[in-house]
Nanobody, 119 residues
Framework: QVQLVESGGGLVQPGGSLRLSCAAS????????MGWYRQAPGNERELVAK???????NYADFVKGRFTISRDNAANTVYVQMNNLKPEDTAVYYC?????????????WGQGTQVTVSS
């Protein structure tokens, strides 16, 4: 089992910045990737960015050049630095972890943190 706790959401003006954190606990050694997804009202949940245990990163086109995902292995924490935020970035942001146990993958989600971009 993996537990994920997000923090760092809030209200920010357009053009502003936020950093979200996701702390993982539990069976963290078997985590192969962690990432951030978001879901706006009426929309499906979509990938924002992810980072593998090997350090490879992947970003959605709509955040490239604005968001940066990183991790602190010692703290078992993944971050996403969000710059130049736009009103369309408003959503609930969810942390995600993929665990591989005996070649079976399990997916875990955090509780979500609200990000609102508005003047």
């Amino acid at each position: 089992q993996v537990q994920l706790v997000e923090s760092g959401g809030g209200l920010v003006q357009p053009g502003g910045s936020l950093r979200l954190s996701c702390a993982a606990s539990g069976s963290i050694r078997s985590i192969i990737a962690m990432g951030w997804y978001r879901q706006a009202p009426g929309n499906e949940r979509e990938l924002v960015a992810k980072i593998t245990s090997g350090g490879s990163t992947n970003y959605a086109d709509f955040v490239k050049g604005r968001f940066t995902i990183s991790r602190d292995n010692a703290a078992n924490t993944v971050y996403v630095q969000m710059n130049n935020l736009k009103p369309e970035d408003t959503a609930v942001y969810y942390c995600n972890a993929v665990q591989n146990v005996r070649w079976q993958e399990y997916v875990y989600w955090g509780q979500g943190t609200q990000v609102t971009v508005s003047s």
